[in-house]
């Protein structure tokens, strides 16, 4: 295992604040420290700095870059190709920068860099406001909007990234700048949807909206019933309004408090549906998908938001182990439909879903050339969430999801969402369009020419 040179050892200790915490290899904390929230991520950095502020970041930078050692960075640890940590590079942690402040007058939240969206989400709220973020509450504010950033209030609001208003960066010389549209607009565009890879951001700002509650729930069907709750799913998005967003998951029941314990731990496909507007008008449109077929179960009704973004935590929990692939669809045809009914009975493990989803209303409204976010023409995508809590059945569990994959592919887009891809499916930056591409390398050329950054 490499480690760190006397004299980079000294630079650390020596320029951080007090507010930062080296952990070497063989202190304790380390094992705990260099773990992600996929535990099929095992890799070991040449150490971790938990930074206590942007200055610790910037120091740590500066002192790597010039000593030659890469960097990444975590913030929640979400990504599910563990891109946070890397083999033989300095891991920069920024849990302890979770502070979220609101301006209400301007609409603006202002996330430092290790924030969680549970913080966004429990500040803004105190305010009646909220926006884009993602669903499940323990997902870093950072990795999510960089990737883009797909969430319950995206149809109306767009993606995390459409509602980054601005950005504090630390560059790879360890210059702190800030991106906007008036503001290094080059390095602006690449933060929203490219994925990272251009300096460690310390600090967001985003628009927030006004919302409390959310008209929202479950409906449970067998697994039998997926093809019918698929090709209804199928058309009812067709020409949903904005203000709703849903998720069709194939699963094994959890036990949910609501659903016959006869049903608990069986196969069943779940209709997840959020609708962000008026409540009395967000019934009318709801009714059909509530009713159609036989329900085993259904819970729906106005809700907190701040609750409904926790509804899918239990479902997520750290320390597992977990094997992705994704897909994107420019439409879902009869055949990928019966391929998906078909695997809603024969989920490799317990533990593994399968989440059809759709995009467009205003993410589809942005131009495509605004943001970095080169997937705006996906009406659909599909992630096969591959989860097991046994190490022992990973292969068998990898395999399943590859097949699946496999299958489904010749019908699939080309092109990935970055924050579900699997760290086998090639780099980041491989998986935009070319015009996207093209203009991402040239970013990553200027910004990160030397390769500091590592996790890209």
């Known amino acids: 295992m490499a480690s760190l040179t006397q ?7 020596g320029h951080l604040t007090s507010s930062a915490t080296l952990v070497l290899p063989g202190d304790p904390g380390y094992a705990l420290g260099r773990t992600v929230w996929n535990a099929g991520i095992d890799r070991h950095p040449v150490a971790i700095l938990y930074c206590g502020d942007a200055q610790d970041v910037a120091l740590a930078v500066r002192i790597a870059a010039e000593h030659g050692v890469a960097v990444t960075v975590r913030g929640g640890g979400h990504n599910v190709a563990g891109r946070g940590v890397a083999n033989g590079a300095l891991l920069l942690d920024l849990s302890r920068m979770r502070r979220v402040a609101v301006n209400v007058d301007q609409a603006i939240a202002t996330a430092q860099g290790g924030a969680l969206w549970h913080d966004m989400d429990s500040a803004t709220q105190q305010y009646g406001m909220a926006t884009t973020g993602g669903m499940i509450s323990t997902t870093g504010v950072g990795g999510l909007s960089l990737g883009g950033g797909a969430g319950w209030l995206m149809r109306r609001h767009g993606l995390a990234a459409d509602n980054l208003k601005a950005a504090d960066v630390v560059l790879a010389d360890g210059r702190i700048v800030r991106a906007s549209d008036d503001e290094h607009p080059d390095l602006y565009w690449g933060l929203r949807g490219g994925a990272g890879g251009l300096g460690v951001i310390t600090g967001f700002e985003f628009r927030i909206h006004p919302l409390t509650h959310v008209l929202a729930g479950l409906v449970v069907r067998p697994a039998a019933a997926a093809g019918q709750v698929l090709r209804e799913f199928r058309e009812f998005t067709a020409r949903a309004p904005d203000e709703f967003c849903s998720m069709t998951v194939f699963v094994h029941a959890p036990p949910l408090p609501f659903l016959d314990p006869q049903w608990h731990g069986r196969p069943v496909v779940i209709s997840a549906l959020c609708w962000c507007g008026d409540v009395a008008t967000g019934e009318r449109v709801l009714e059909p998908l509530r009713r159609f077929g036989s329900p085993l179960a259904e819970h729906i009704g ?5 609750v409904w973004q926790h509804v899918l935590d239990a479902g997520a929990p750290a320390g597992r182990y977990h094997y992705w692939k994704t897909a994107n669809f420019a439409s879902l ?6 391929m998906l009914a078909a695997a809603a009975e024969e989920l490799p493990t ?3 879903e399968i989440h059809v989803q759709h995009m467009g209303g205003a993410v589809a409204r942005v ?3 605004e ?3 080169s997937n705006r023409g996906t009406p659909y995508f599909v992630n096969l969430i591959g989860t097991t809590s046994a190490p022992a059945k990973f292969d068998a569990l990898r395999e399943g999801v590859r097949s699946l994959h496999a299958r489904l592919a010749p019908q699939a887009l080309p092109s990935l969402l970055p924050n579900f891809s699997n760290h086998d499916d090639g780099l980041v930056a491989t998986q935009f369009d070319s015009a996207h591409a093209q203009r991402l390398d040239a970013l990553r050329r200027q910004y990160n020419g030397s390769g500091l950054f590592a996790s890209q």
């Not at 106005?302 to 701040?306: N, S, V």
């Not at 045809?333 to 019966?338: A, F, I, P």
């Open 333 to 338: 045809e009869e055949s990928t439909l019966d």
């Open 302 to 306: 106005p809700m907190p938001y701040l």
């Open 7 to 13: 004299p980079i050892l000294a630079a650390l200790r």
């Open 367 to 369: 131009p495509a050339g």
């Open 371 to 373: 943001t970095a976010f």
């Open 350 to 352: 317990a533990e593994t």
